[in-house]
């Protein structure tokens, strides 16, 4: 006697796992029985009054051109997008550092507590300004032609702030992933005094366009106690999309660059290899290395698509921007203070690429995709039920025209449908006896791919396999 197995409780989300989930083919079955005929059928213009099949037609030539020239044109913008140039524009950076509390400046400082505050202050130069100008000669100027655009027209204004916001939108920070501030170690200083000052950009959230509070500044202030002077070497760690990388010496001779991204690494060996006929006749992959490419990957042939895998011993980061400044807390240089300025190179994106990137991503455009598609459906459907109604208009006129002999055919014809796909149609019951069916040779009844399936499958058939 069987015993039943215990019963035992199960969660409900494990049940609500367990129901029949539906078959991933569903929806590929559902989307290939949707009309996808948008073409008018043939002979349907001449039931049909006015003009409207041939305006149609042409709005359908004009539909198929239009869309191929869409589709065209966001072809070349995306390859134009990777293609982008950089652009390298000039930034210039301030090191101040200010003193308090130092033993130089008064009876009233508490000894043993003088103190400094150092400033890293960077902006990028308009493209037309001259490095040699002090800045704050730059800002007169410019805040006096304001004022001035200001007094005679507000718009003026207006535009002189939006182009100040822009300028604010690539800060100091944006250019650059990690900074760092090393100290030089005096043999009496303390090792609070000395610890590298760090910092490093947050990482953008997932799902997030916008950048972290604490990621955006155009300056950087750091205090600390001394007495004495410092030297310290402030280390910029480049922050640039797609990334660049120092290039071996061998490859950098193939290439004729120093630094360069992944895809210009590829792109570069590639117009090399074109360059110097290196390709095989017969396998356009196969490449033959000559002897600086023997350098580079060690071998006589090799297959282009392991080339991106194999350039990575011949890459390494690019070296930080190494920029020395001497923290000064003596009474001679605070009389008359003056910042340490430097003006580095640092890459921006293209105008024009960030304008082809809000086309590719414009949200509007796949709305309108999804309406253009529910369009296509119903004008689809709507020639489906044109197919329909002109396949009943040609049955119903021939009935009327001859009544008898049109059902005679039309019964003859369901029966040798219904004959051809049972493939029981045979001599033998007299059921193929028609005048159509003694008629041999091209153009007869027998001369056509449907008898010709019929026969192949009679052939197979077990009892005509035994006949035989």
């Not at 130092?102 to 000894?111: A, D, F, H, I, V």
């Not at 290039?247 to 001779?253: D, H, N, R, T």
């Not at 002109?390 to 039309?410: G, I, M, N, Q, V």
């Not at 019964?411 to 796909?421: A, G, H």
Request: net charge negative; with cysteine; charged share 30%.
């Amino acid at each position: 006697m069987a015993v039943p197995m215990p019963g035992h409780a199960v969660n409900a989300p494990y049940v609500a796992a367990q129901r029949p989930m539906p078959h991933p083919n569903d929806a590929a079955l559902r989307r290939s029985r949707k009309p996808t005929d948008k073409n008018i059928p043939n002979g349907i213009e001449d039931v049909i009054i006015g003009e409207g099949v041939d305006q149609y037609k042409s709005l359908r030539d004009l539909e198929k051109r239009l869309d191929a020239a869409i589709v065209r044109k966001r072809l070349d913008i995306q390859d134009s997008i990777s293609k982008t140039v950089k652009k390298y524009r000039t930034m210039r950076i301030w090191i101040t550092n200010t003193v308090e509390n130092q033993p130089w400046q008064g009876t009233g400082s508490n000894p043993g507590s003088g103190r400094y505050k150092v400033r890293i202050e960077g902006r990028l130069l308009d493209d037309g300004s001259d490095p040699t100008v002090p800045e704050e000669d730059e800002a007169g100027q410019d805040n006096a032609g304001r004022e001035d655009a200001m007094e005679e027209d507000k718009e003026e204004g207006d535009n002189a702030k939006k182009s100040d916001s822009k300028k604010k939108s690539q800060s100091f920070s944006h250019f650059f992933k990690n900074i760092t501030i090393d100290f030089d170690k005096p043999a009496n200083a303390a090792p609070e005094e000395v610890k590298p000052v760090v910092w490093s950009k947050p990482q953008l959230p997932l799902n997030s366009t916008s950048s972290p509070p604490n990621s955006e500044f155009d300056s950087l202030q750091f205090s600390r106690g001394s007495q004495e002077n410092l030297n310290v070497t402030i280390n910029l760690v480049r922050d640039e999309t797609p990334e660049r990388y120092k290039l071996s010496k061998e490859l950098a001779e193939v290439l004729d660059v120093e630094e360069e991204t992944r895809s210009g690494i590829v792109l570069g060996i590639w117009d090399y290899i074109r360059a110097m006929e290196l390709q095989e006749d017969e396998e356009k992959r196969q490449v033959r290395c000559d002897h600086r490419l023997r350098s580079i990957f060690g071998r006589e042939q090799m297959f282009f698509p392991q080339i991106p895998d194999m350039i990575g011993p011949h890459t390494s980061p690019m070296d930080p921007i190494k920029l020395p400044y001497t923290i000064r807390v003596d009474e001679e240089f605070h009389k008359e203070p003056t910042p340490t300025i430097y003006d580095i190179r640092v890459a921006v994106e293209d105008p024009l690429r960030q304008k082809m990137m809000a086309l590719t991503q414009n949200t509007q455009y796949t709305s309108g995709m999804r309406q253009i598609a529910a369009l296509d459906d119903q004008v689809a459907l709507i020639i489906q039920t044109l197919t329909h109604s002109r396949a009943r208009h040609s049955f119903y006129t021939a009935l009327s025209k001859d009544p008898a002999t049109f059902l005679r055919r039309w019964v003859n014809s369901q029966r040798r449908d219904l004959e051809t796909i049972l493939g029981d149609a045979s001599q033998a019951r007299g059921d193929a006896g028609g005048p159509e069916f003694r008629r041999g040779g091209a153009g007869s009844a027998w001369d056509t791919p449907v008898a010709q399936e019929a026969v192949r499958y009679m052939l197979a058939k077990p009892e005509a396999s035994g006949a035989r």
